[in-house]
């Protein structure tokens, strides 16, 4: 089949933008090895991109330097919108794609995928979250870390009743647990988590549940949420926050850490949804605003997403590096998906395409001398 040169210069042209060159020697340059990539990429938008590198049809050096010139120049904006993207849209318009009864898809399809790629990618504490790099040396230093400053940023003190809305393996209630005497209750959609959870935290004053946010019950002094907002969806933001607001005690405090987007969507990236986290969404300053509006006063708003580029360039390596020990049980087509998958949001936060934030409400600001901490 000949080349269609039209798309070729049309494609080459889009990504001079970026300063990054086709065949070219850079790091961050592109190596064509299937001509069909062109239309391919062109036509589908993020889906063509994405699967078109799982296939093998392009190569760079760096994932991550790609992805930060061509989101930092802005190149998604001068393609046309894609199918897959409109479909998108239009399912996240029509239906709850984050229903009850869909909640179970996002265990399924991404934390169930093996706890052994999970512990040789997030280090000794199995923390699936942004680090905290201020003063930290390495990955573990730097979770270690996180975890102490949203455990300071909560005040907690020996007793208190801590609920974790998405507790993954249970890193941070257990953390919280044997450093500040806590008791805490974990909550997630994932069956391996829940299971690895729960021997992890044996011998604590810790449960971890196999449940839905939206079955939740009881009160609590603290509620955290690392990580997990990214699936509630915009449909259910108001609901979320209201069920926080009704077990959270009238003097508590509730920190959830969450990617944000700069502009308000209604679905997530298509690709990252077909392979990553299907039904995610990042939400916007704007739609977190609307959703605490007269239930939750915001103490303290903290943005660190140069840490999520650092997080990920750590877990990646990690990655990498353990390959070899966990490779017969996924396939060299997940290898180049996952590569993709990190290292294409490293170079997003860094090109602050995403942000990374940590939030700190109180209930009707009855929690009068808030100080943030850093």
């Known amino acids: 089949m000949p080349p269609n040169n039209k798309i070729e210069e049309t494609t080459a042209e ?26 391919r990429a062109l036509s589908q938008g993020s889906i063509g991109l994405g699967e078109s590198y799982m296939d093998g049809w392009w190569e760079t050096k760096k994932l ?5 010139r061509l989101l930092s120049a802005e190149i998604h904006k001068k393609i046309k919108i894609s199918w897959p993207v409109i479909k998108t849209v239009i399912k ?20 169930d995928v093996g706890n052994d790629l999970f512990a040789k990618m997030l280090g000794q504490r199995m923390v699936y979250t942004c680090g905290y790099w201020r003063h930290a040396r390495n990955l573990n230093e730097a979770q270690s870390a996180k975890l102490d ?3 300071k940023k909560l005040k907690l003190k020996p007793g208190m009743k801590i609920l974790d809305i998405g507790c993954g393996w249970g890193s941070f209630i257990k953390f919280a647990a044997k450093k500040y ?40 002094d603290r509620i955290v949420s690392l990580g997990m907002f990214e699936h509630v969806g915009y449909k259910n933001y108001r609901k979320y926050m209201q069920i926080a607001n009704d077990c959270l005690t009238r003097d508590g405090l509730f920190l959830l850490q969450t990617i944000g ?20 969404m990042l939400p916007s300053i704007q739609q977190i605003g609307n959703a605490i509006e007269n239930l939750f006063i915001m103490e303290d708003w903290h943005n660190f997403r140069t840490d999520y580029d650092k997080t990920l360039m750590a877990w990646f390596a990690n990655f990498d590096k353990n390959w070899n020990y966990i490779k017969n049980n996924y396939s060299a087509k997940f290898y180049r998906m996952w590569k993709y998958y990190l290292l294409s949001c490293a170079g997003a936060f860094r090109a602050r395409n995403i942000q990374l934030w940590q939030i700190v409400f109180s ?11 850093r």
Not at 64 to 68: M, Q
Not at 189 to 211: F, N
Not at 363 to 373: D, R, T
């Open 149 to 151: 400053l949203v455990c």
């Open 261 to 280: 987007q700069n502009n308000s969507a209604v679905s997530g990236d298509p690709w990252t949804d077909k392979y990553i986290f299907p039904n995610g």
């Open 181 to 220: 005497a806590v008791e805490a209750v974990g909550i997630t959609v994932s069956k391996k988590q829940a299971e690895m959870g729960k021997q992890l935290c044996h011998g604590l004053t810790v449960e971890i549940k196999l449940q839905d946010y939206r079955d939740i019950e009881g009160k609590f």
């Open 92 to 111: 996240s318009k029509i239906i709850n794609r984050q229903s009850k009864n869909r909640s179970s898809a996002i265990g399924e399809k991404h934390y």
């Open 14 to 39: 889009l990504l001079s933008l970026a300063d990054i060159k086709i065949n070219g020697n850079r790091p961050w340059d592109i190596k064509i090895l299937n001509k069909k990539f062109f239309s």
């Open 363 to 373: 209930k009707s600001g009855n929690n009068k001398e808030y100080v943030s901490i």
């Open 64 to 68: 991550d330097e790609f992805f930060y």
